[in-house]
Every structure is written in C-alpha cells, then in structure tokens.
C-alpha cells in the first residue's frame, strides 16, 4: 500500500509537528550549551580521539533516517511522527550552521538570523498549506498522537537533567520532564502505535 495518488507528503499538521520539533530542538540546544560553559566531568560531551561530535551530526543522522520513513510511510501519522522528529534534526543542523559553516560565534547574529530563517520557512509552509488544504487534517488528530508528540517534547526537555551542575532546579525539572515523558509513551504511545498497525490511515484527497 502506498499514499493515494496526489496526497501530498506533508499536510498542515506535518509541517506543524516539523515546525514545533524544530523549535524544541533549538531552545534545548541553546539551553543545553549556555549550561555546558559551565558544566563540570558530568555533561555528556562525547569527543571521539579529542574530536568533539557537535550536534550538528546528531541532527544530519536524524535527518537522513527519519525522512527516509517519512517518504516511505504508508500511514499519514506515520508521517506526521516522523515530520517531528525531522524537525529536531533540522533544528540540531541549523543551530550550529552559523559556529561550524559560517564559521562566526555562536551567538552572533547571522547564527540567529540562520535559525530565524528556518523557523519561519517551516510556519510559513506550515500556514501555507492550512490556506490551501484546510483543516482537514486536524480532525484526523487523535488523544493519543497528540499526547504522544508532547511526552517527545517532554523527553527533550528532560536532556537539561545533564545540566545539574549549573541549577539544581534543572536536574529536578528534567527528571519531571523525563517522568512524564515515560508515563505519556507508555500509555498514549503504545495506544498510538497500536492503532497505526491496526487501522492504517491514508485518506484520499479531496477531488477538486
């Protein structure tokens, strides 16, 4: 089975999940980074023979995986999944093309103005595609992948846990975070990806 000839790859709804996946990704990042200048042994900083792996990379591996699934997926919230987490590895990428490509300081304008200028490329898409497709989409949204895309976005915030060095306030919310994030995927995930194995998705468009 494969999506109704002329279905779009991506709706509204998958923009959106793209457009709030990359969000998240760049306010943990930048979080995470203002929290590493100051972090002690215990920050996850992985270096590879004195290399240091920037995330970056991560979101090139994320990248690459996820919109592979995403082009193949035969069950629309299968796509909309794997939009999000596309999101994130877009917004790991952009966060650091201004420091590693740009090759100016992290915080430095052109850096922001690059994450400026994919934030508003995906809302745009995203606003675009609700003026021309509609809303339909929306009412395809069920409790469970909603509720499901937040315990992701939980699970990101719960990275700030490696941050306990800096604020114990952080490594307190994180672990809040990360708790919540369990509970929602054990529950409205595994209900999720049950009702795709059982009742695949993959509405027709509408005729013009």
Request: hydrophobic letters at 55%.
């Amino acid at each position: 089975m494969s999506r109704p000839k002329g279905a779009p790859l991506l709706g509204p709804v998958g923009f959106l999940f793209a457009a709030v996946g990359f969000t998240m990704a760049v306010i943990v990042a930048r979080l995470f980074v203002v929290v590493e200048a100051r972090c002690t042994q215990s920050c996850p900083v992985i270096r590879v023979q004195g290399f240091h792996i920037h995330h970056l990379y991560y979101g090139v591996i994320l990248l690459l995986a996820l919109s592979t699934i995403m082009v193949f997926a035969t069950d629309v919230r299968t796509r909309w999944d794997s939009a999000l987490i596309v999101g994130v590895g877009l917004g790991l990428i952009a966060d650091e093309i201004g420091l590693l490509i740009l090759r100016v300081p992290y915080w430095a304008i052109p850096s922001l103005a690059t994450l400026a200028a994919f934030g508003l490329a995906l809302y745009l898409a995203t606003a675009y595609k609700l003026l021309t497709v509609g809303r339909r989409d929306f009412g395809l949204l069920d409790r469970y992948q909603t509720l499901s895309i937040f315990g992701v976005v939980l699970a990101m915030l719960g990275f700030l846990y490696f941050g306990r060095p800096l604020r114990a306030m952080y490594a307190n919310a994180a672990l809040v975070a990360w708790v919540s994030a369990s509970i929602l995927l054990l529950t409205f995930g595994r209900k999720h990806i049950q009702e795709i194995r059982r009742t695949p998705l993959n509405p027709v468009p509408p005729s013009p």
